[in-house]
Every structure is written in C-alpha cells, then in structure tokens.
Nanobody, 119 residues
Framework: QVQVVESGGGLVQAGGSLRLSCAAS????????MAWFRQAPGKEREFVAV????????YYADSVKGRFTISRDNAKNTVYLQMNSLKREDTAIYYC????????????WGQGTQVTVSS
C-alpha cells in the first residue's frame, strides 16, 4: 500500500495562487502515475490533472488547463499542483491519488487538503 499525504491548501483571494504538494511512499515512485482530483461541496469528485510515471506526460481537465500545472520531483517522491489565476469555482477539497501499478486504477488516496478561493 502506498501512503499519500497532501499539503499546501488554504484560503486565497480570486486571482491568486497556491501550490499543493503530495508526498507518496515507495521505492518505485518514479513509475507511479500520480493525479489530482477535487470535490466541491455538493458535487461529485472530479479529475483535475495527471502526470504519468516513466516519462512525465501530463493531462489536464479543461476547467484548469492553462491555469494549473502538475509536476513531480522523483528524488523527493513528491508531486506538485501549481494553481494560478484561481477562481471561486476552484474551491474544493483536493485529493492526490497514486496509481502505483500503472494500470489506470488509483488505489491509494490522501486525506485531502482544503482550498478556498474568496472573491
């Protein structure tokens, strides 16, 4: 089982920036596909971004494309989500998830970190 821990959430004004971090355990972290999801109050959880292992290709939800950037530091077993030009609709709990077997199944999740964007 992979341990996943998010950090970096908080309160920010619209138009501001935040960077989320996600630390994951495991000696083969560089191979993991790592993703961010979010869940706003009263809504279902939705995909935000993914960075694949062994190459680092990325993919984003249309709603965050051009504003958010996912990256990874394999030496630190950490994935980041840089969020710029934040909007009120970005308010949600952000979850990091690991696909350690690279099969398209996110089996290991963090506890989530709250991001609140005020107007």
């Amino acid at each position: 089982q992979v341990q996943v821990v998010e950090s970096g959430g908080g309160l920010v004004q619209a138009g501001g920036s935040l960077r989320l971090s996600c630390a994951a355990s495991g000696r083969t972290f560089s191979r993991y596909h790592m993703a961010w999801f979010r869940q706003a109050p009263g809504k279902e959880r939705e995909f935000v971004a993914v960075i694949r292992g062994s190459g680092g290709s990325t993919y984003y939800a249309d709603s965050v494309k051009g504003r958010f950037t996912i990256s990874r530091d394999n030496a630190k077993n950490t994935v980041y989500l840089q969020m710029n030009s934040l909007k009120r609709e970005d308010t949600a709990i952000y979850y990091c998830a690991a696909d350690s077997r690279q099969i398209g199944s996110y089996d290991d999740w963090g506890q989530g970190t709250q991001v609140t964007v005020s107007s």
